[in-house]
């Protein structure tokens, strides 16, 4: 059974703080991504990663950062949390293709809130 | 123009009804479309994925592709209150298998 699993459910952090959101695979996945979910603006893309130690951004990076030391490990890296970084967090992971899209397994989703 | 766009919902059914949801995208050169679930608190889920123009059916469910049209939808035959959920269209770039999520239609079926 396939599975991405992140490190946490629910956080609740202060503003100005450093946050870190791991996610974890066991599919030997190549991709792996960071995704927000806000309501009526849907999944929006934050960073990717094709391969240990690079990332590339996506389409809402700013105040994010990330970190892939190993392929099964994706780390999402808020240097100095914001209350408009409160948002559902979702990592994703995908298998190398031959250039189309895959199927995204998705993680069970971080609720983190600013504060 | 947002690359990906949804029915802004929400949609609502009666319990065995055909429900139609609609999907748009922008880049012509898009060559994988996926349709997932999300029910209210857990994440998304693959229900079905296109690459070819026609139609692609699994049991209650097809989707269309027209790519000359740039326009793709998800049938839900015979509704069960159990369908009600936000389905997520998604489009797939050719690059590192990125995918372009729109922002969802809410679904209800009523019983």
């Known amino acids: 059974d396939v599975k991405v699993t992140q490190s946490s459910r629910y956080l609740v952090k202060r503003t100005g703080e450093k946050v870190f959101l791991e996610c974890v695979q066991d599919?030997?996945?190549?991709?792996m991504f960071w995704y927000r979910q806000d309501p009526g603006l849907g999944l929006r893309l934050i960073y990717f990663?094709?391969?240990?130690?690079?990332?590339e951004k996506g389409d809402i990076p700013e105040g994010y950062s990330v970190s892939r030391e190993k392929k099964e490990r994706f780390s999402l890296i808020l240097e100095s949390a914001s209350t408009n970084q409160t948002s559902m967090y979702l990592c994703a992971s995908t298998s190398g293709g031959a250039g189309l899209g895959t199927e995204a397994f998705f993680g069970q989703g971080t609720r983190l809130t600013v504060v | 123009q947002k690359e990906v766009e949804q029915n802004s919902g929400p949609l609502s059914v009666p319990e065995g009804a055909i429900a139609s949801l609609n999907c748009t995208y922008s880049d012509r050169g898009s060559q994988s479309f996926f349709w997932y679930r999300q029910y209210s608190g857990k994440s998304p889920e693959l229900i079905m994925f296109?690459?070819?123009?026609g139609d692609k059916e699994d049991g209650r469910f097809t989707a269309q592709l027209n790519k000359a049209s740039q326009y793709v939808s998800l049938l839900i035959r015979d509704s069960q209150p159990s369908d009600s959920a936000t389905y997520l269209c998604a489009v797939g770039k050719t690059s590192y298998d990125k995918v372009i999520f729109g922002p969802g239609t809410s679904l209800s079926v009523i019983p």
């Open positions: 296109i690459y070819s123009n």
């Open positions: 599919m030997d996945h190549e991709n």
């Open positions: 990663s094709y391969d240990v130690k690079m990332k």
